[in-house]
């Protein structure tokens, strides 16, 4: 089963897209701030992360940039 990691404040949104993709088969976890998101992304491996741009704690592009550095050391 493939793992999504859904990053969104806006709850309403978050939900709708949590079930959209449970429904489908999805093993889904969603976070509401950047912090968290990158956290849980650091932690657990993802096959797909959905990252909102404005986030409250870390914004989605600063997120992606620390989730790709992370990612580029540990691949050295």
């Known amino acids: ?7 969104e404040d806006e709850e309403n949104l ?4 949590g079930l959209e993709l ?4 999805y093993d889904v976890e969603t976070v509401m701030d950047g912090r968290t998101g990158l956290d849980s992304a650091l932690e657990n ?3 797909v992360i959905l990252l909102d741009l404005m986030l ?3 914004n989605g592009l600063e997120v992606a940039r ?3 550095e992370s990612k580029k050391h540990r691949l050295s």
Do not use: N, T
């Not at 449970?22 to 088969?25: A, I, L, R, S, V």
């Open 1 to 7: 089963m493939s793992k999504v990691l859904i990053v």
């Open 14 to 17: 978050a939900k709708f897209i």
């Open 22 to 25: 449970k429904h489908e088969g």
């Open 45 to 47: 491996d993802y096959d």
């Open 56 to 58: 409250p704690e870390l």
């Open 66 to 68: 620390r989730l790709r």
